[in-house]
């Protein structure tokens, strides 16, 4: 693609890396057979390359962005399924990233839109204000009908029990089982733990059956990846973790920084990538980035051990999160830790689209994140599951509140495989639930 920006455009390091992935697109629209949106609605501009050519026109312009630009691109999902597809390498992420950025200094936005966004960045990345937010929404619930449609939407989503704080998300350090294999640090997350704790409680019960030792390093918050892909800046969320991870590096060390949300996962990756131009920060970013694992890369690397069955034959239908297969490109080591672990393996027809969830997408577009979720719910019901594995708490409470199947982290069952306890989901008293 040609593009004509002037040199003074050029000398932000932001609009030069624009540049640089603009002049990678061949106009192909191979991106557009797998885009969701531009599935959804035939419109060339919900597409990927539709995308980029409003990217393009308003960034070379110079100009603010206009409705048509904040329209479309606050319904990319960030799925990064075009990624995938793209024959040229097109690195969408960190383009649309940009444009959002750009989006939210300039946009004139209506002004319960920006209350709706500014509520939400201040809300969940915040653990302790999550959790009085849900509790809130409890107290809502009976008022729904009476609600603008939009709130109706996020109070379909709130849970209907919030966990307190759990020794998971305090620093400290669980000890490796028998002799120690690998120092591991883990994200305890923001959102995740309010919402189900046994995940973190999992990923930790067997990181140390395997002989790692896993710490939770002082410090460590959100990894800025709800605001950073709201076009805002997450950048001190994520030097508040690289500096507590940092330390712990330069102390006992660190062999992986462990990630059980694949939509951190993604944007911890991309820490050397957003501190670039960071003077102090940008070789312990890049250290960082270097490190960080989802954990069932970590989980292949150790290994199961040997004799691991399945506690009850059970037939597990994998949803890929678009986070872990698409922006991670993670597709392998899911499928084949359940498979090693004794369970019949079953995938979801057209898993390569997204579910809906996408950060704060089905609270910001509740419409199409319904249809996706619904086109989901569809698909993994036709494979006729016990269960459903997914691998981040977003993709969970998306399909979760569409289906009345049990949905579990990939963790829960692995650690249930190789002596941990039942997961809750799969208990006796949840089946006598449903």
């Not at 002037?6 to 624009?18: C, M, N, V």
């Not at 501009?45 to 409003?54: A, F, H, K």
């Not at 649309?96 to 946009?107: F, L, Q, Y």
């Not at 079953?346 to 319904?370: F, I, K, M, R, W």
């Amino acid at each position: 693609m040609q593009t004509s920006f002037t040199l003074a455009q050029l000398a932000d390091s932001g609009t030069a890396e624009a540049e640089r992935i603009l002049r990678t697109c061949v106009h192909c629209g191979f991106c557009t057979a797998t885009c969701p949106t531009y599935r959804l609605t035939g419109d060339e501009r919900d597409g990927p390359r539709g995308r980029i050519y409003l990217i393009k026109d308003m960034l070379e312009s110079g100009r603010d962005a206009g409705p048509v630009e904040t329209h479309h691109i606050d319904r990319c999902l960030s799925c990064l399924s075009c990624m995938t597809t793209c024959p040229s390498g097109v690195h969408y992420m960190h383009l649309v990233d940009h444009a959002r950025a750009h989006i939210e200094k300039t946009a004139k936005r209506p002004v319960k839109v920006r209350l709706t966004r500014a509520a939400l960045r201040l809300i969940l990345p915040h653990a302790g204000r999550f959790r009085a937010a849900m509790g809130l929404a409890r107290l809502a619930r009976p008022f729904r009908a009476v609600l603008p449609p939009d709130l109706r939407g996020m109070l379909d989503l709130a849970p209907d029990h919030v966990f307190a704080r759990s020794a998971q998300e305090a620093p400290g350090t669980f000890p490796a089982q028998g002799a120690r294999r690998m120092r591991v640090a883990l994200l305890p997350g923001c959102v995740q733990p309010a919402l189900n704790p046994e995940i973190n409680a999992a990923a930790i019960r067997l990181l140390t059956r395997l002989g790692a030792e896993v710490v939770v390093a002082k410090g460590i918050g959100c990894c800025g990846a709800l605001t950073h892909h709201m076009g805002r800046d997450g950048h001190g969320f994520a030097a508040a973790n690289i500096h507590a991870w940092m330390a712990e590096m330069e102390g006992a060390g660190l062999d992986a920084i462990i990630v059980t949300a694949s939509g951190c996962g993604t944007t911890v990756k991309d820490y050397g990538h957003m501190f670039r131009d960071d003077p102090a920060l940008g070789g312990p970013a890049a250290k960082i980035s270097a490190l960080a694992r989802d954990v069932t890369e970590v989980l292949s690397a150790l290994g199961l051990p040997d004799g691991t069955t399945a506690p009850r034959p059970l037939r597990v239908v994998y949803h890929a999160a678009c986070s872990l297969q698409h922006g991670q490109k993670v597709k392998d080591p899911p499928r084949d830790l359940l498979r090693r672990a004794g369970f019949t393996l079953l995938d979801v027809p057209d898993g390569h689209l997204c579910c809906g969830s996408a950060g704060t997408y089905n609270l910001l577009q509740p419409e199409l994140a319904g249809q996706l979720r619904d086109a989901k719910v569809a698909a993994i019901e036709g494979t006729k599951p016990d269960v459903i594995a997914a691998g981040n708490i977003g993709c969970m409470t998306q399909i979760g509140s569409g289906t009345a199947l049990p949905l579990v982290h990939t963790v829960q069952l692995l650690d249930w495989a190789t002596g941990g306890p039942v997961p809750p989901e799969l208990s006796d008293d949840r089946k006598k639930k449903i």
